[in-house]
C-alpha cells in the first residue's frame, strides 16, 4: 500500500499522473488509498473501480474529490464493509444526509470519520446515523474521532453525537455556529466522557458551556477556542480546573487577556505544554511565555501587538537557548514602544526572541514582523539561531536586501523553503542571483519571489 501511494504521490506532484495510471496502480492487496493530491482525476467511475480492484480497502481518503457524487458514496459505504478510517473532506457536493445515513448502515468497525467541510450535512443527518448504531446493538467503543468541521450540526445533532459514542476521544466541531451548549442536558447525570481532543474553535460556545465542557471532560489535554467571540478569561478558570493540558489554542479571542486570562493558565500547564497559539492577542510577555513553557514545540503569535519583555520572572536573556521549540510564527507581529525609548523596548524583545531560536527550530515566520532588517537576520545568524531550519518566511520584510539573503542560503545548511515575496528591496536580477547561489552551493532551496 505504501509503495503504490508514495508512486501516486510522486507522480501527481511532478504532474504526471494520468487517469489510466490509478486503473493500473490499484490492486487487490492494497488496505489503504488516499487521493488527496491526485483528487482532480476522481470521478464515480474510479470509485466503482475500487470496489471490485480493491476489495481489502480498509482506509479510504476522497479529501477535496469534489465530482464524486452522492450516488458514488452511496456505492462505496455498501461495498466496504470493514472500512475503518473515511475522509470525505470537502465533498461538498456528494457526501449529504442519505449518504450519512448509508455509511451507518454499512460501514460497522468505523474508527474514524471525518466530513469537514461537507456543508450539506444536517442533524437529520447525524440523527439517522446515530440511530444505526442504536437501532442494531452495534459496538460504539470503536468510533473514536469524528470531525465535522463547517457543516450545518447545531447542539442538537452534537447532543446525539454524545449520547451515542461517549468514549469518543476527537471531536472537532469548528466553524459550526450554531454548537453553544451541547454538555448542558448530561451536566445533572454527571455523565463524564473520554474526550481527550476538542476543537471548538469559531463556534457559539461561551464562559457557561465551557464550565460544563471541563467538568465533564477532565481528560482533555488538547483544547481550541479560537475565534470564539463569547468567551472571556472567565472560561479560563474553569479550563484551569482540568490536569495535564499540552495544546491549547485561543487566537482571535478578542475577551481574552494576556495578564488576566494567559498567565495563570501558563502557571497551571505551561511546563506540560507543547502547542501555543495566541495569535491576535495583545501585550504579550514573551517572558513569562520564556520561563512558564520550557516545554514548548509549537508557539504561534501571529498578529500579536505589543509584545513586551518584562523582568517580573527574572530572565537571564544570557541563559541557554530553548530546548525543544520548533515551530515559531511571528508573522506581522509588532513590539511594544515604552515613551523613552522605543528601540531599546525592542531591542529586548528581539535578544528574547533569539533565545527562543534554538537548534530544535525548523520553522520560523518573519512575514511583516517588526524590526526585520539585513542587520538583524545578520545578527541570528552569527549566533547560529538558523542553524537548523527548514523554512523561513521573510514575505514582505521591504527593510532587507539581498545581502542578508544570500547569507542565509550560504549559512543555513538545512533550508529547504525561503520565502522572500513582496521584499521590495530585492529585485528580479537579485533573485535571479540567488537562485544562482543556492545552485552553486548544492542545495535544493524553493526560493519563493514575486
Not at 482532480?40 to 480493491?54: G, N
Amino acid at each position: 500500500s505504501e509503495s503504490t501511494q508514495q508512486l501516486i504521490d510522486v507522480l501527481t506532484r511532478k504532474k504526471l499522473l494520468r487517469a489510466k495510471h490509478l486503473h493500473l496502480l490499484l490492486h487487490a492487496r492494497l488496505e489503504a488509498i488516499d487521493f488527496t493530491l491526485p483528487c482532480a482525476f476522481m470521478s464515480d467511475v474510479l470509485v466503482k473501480k475500487l470496489e471490485y480492484r480493491c476489495p481489502n480497502l480498509v482506509k479510504i481518503s476522497l479529501k477535496n474529490c469534489t465530482k464524486v457524487t452522492a450516488k458514488a458514496l452511496k456505492c462505496l459505504a455498501e461495498a466496504f464493509n470493514a472500512l475503518q478510517y473515511l475522509d470525505l473532506t470537502n465533498c461538498h457536493m456528494g457526501c449529504k444526509d442519505d449518504v450519512l445515513n448509508c455509511i451507518g448502515n454499512h460501514c460497522f468497525k468505523l474508527r474514524q470519520l471525518i466530513l469537514d467541510g461537507c456543508s450539506m450535512i444536517t442533524d437529520d443527518g447525524i440523527k439517522n446515523f446515530c440511530q444505526c448504531y442504536t437501532k442494531t446493538n452495534r459496538d460504539r467503543k470503536l468510533l473514536k474521532k469524528i470531525s465535522l468541521v463547517n457543516t450545518q450540526i447545531t447542539d442538537l445533532g452534537l447532543i446525539e453525537i454524545l449520547q451515542t459514542f461517549r468514549v469518543v476521544s476527537t471531536l472537532s466541531i469548528s466553524g459550526c455556529k450554531e454548537i453553544v451548549d451541547p454538555f448542558q442536558p448530561f451536566i445533572s447525570h454527571k455523565q463524564l466522557f473520554s474526550l481527550s481532543v476538542l476543537d471548538l474553535s469559531n463556534t457559539g460556545v461561551n464562559d457557561i458551556s465551557m464550565d460544563h465542557i471541563t467538568t465533564l471532560c477532565p481528560g482533555l489535554y488538547d483544547i481550541n477556542i479560537s475565534n470564539c467571540d463569547n468567551i472571556t478569561d472567565a472560561a479560563i478558570t474553569t479550563i484551569n480546573n482540568i490536569t495535564g493540558i499540552r495544546n491549547f489554542s485561543a487566537a482571535g479571542c478578542r475577551l481574552i487577556t494576556f495578564v488576566i486570562g494567559i498567565i495563570p493558565l501558563l502557571y497551571k500547564h505551561g511546563y506540560h505544554l507543547e502547542m501555543l497559539n495566541i495569535s491576535a492577542l495583545d501585550n504579550i510577555d514573551l517572558a513569562a511565555i520564556w520561563y512558564l513553557c520550557p516545554r514548548l514545540k509549537v508557539l504561534l503569535m501571529e498578529g500579536c501587538e505589543n509584545i513586551c519583555h518584562t523582568n517580573t520572572y527574572g530572565i537571564n536573556t544570557n541563559q541557554d537557548y530553548h530546548s525543544y521549540l520548533q515551530k515559531f510564527n511571528l508573522r506581522e507581529c509588532t513590539f511594544y514602544h515604552a515613551d523613552e525609548d522605543a528601540d531599546e523596548s525592542r531591542t529586548e524583545c528581539l535578544k528574547l526572541i533569539k533565545k527562543f531560536c534554538g537548534n530544535p527550530l525548523q520553522s520560523l515566520y518573519w512575514s511583516q514582523m517588526e524590526g526585520v532588517t539585513d542587520s538583524l537576520i545578520c545578527d541570528f545568524i552569527t549566533d547560529k539561531c538558523f542553524t537548523s531550519l527548514i523554512y523561513l518566511e521573510l514575505r514582505n520584510c521591504h527593510s532587507i536586501t539581498s545581502d542578508s539573503v544570500e547569507q542565509i542560503l550560504l549559512n543555513c545548511p538545512s533550508l529547504l523553503q525561503l520565502d522572500i515575496r513582496f521584499c521590495q528591496q530585492i529585485s528580479i536580477t537579485d533573485s535571479n542571483d540567488l537562485k544562482s547561489l543556492a545552485n552553486s552551493v548544492n542545495r535544493n532551496i524553493l526560493l519563493m519571489w514575486e
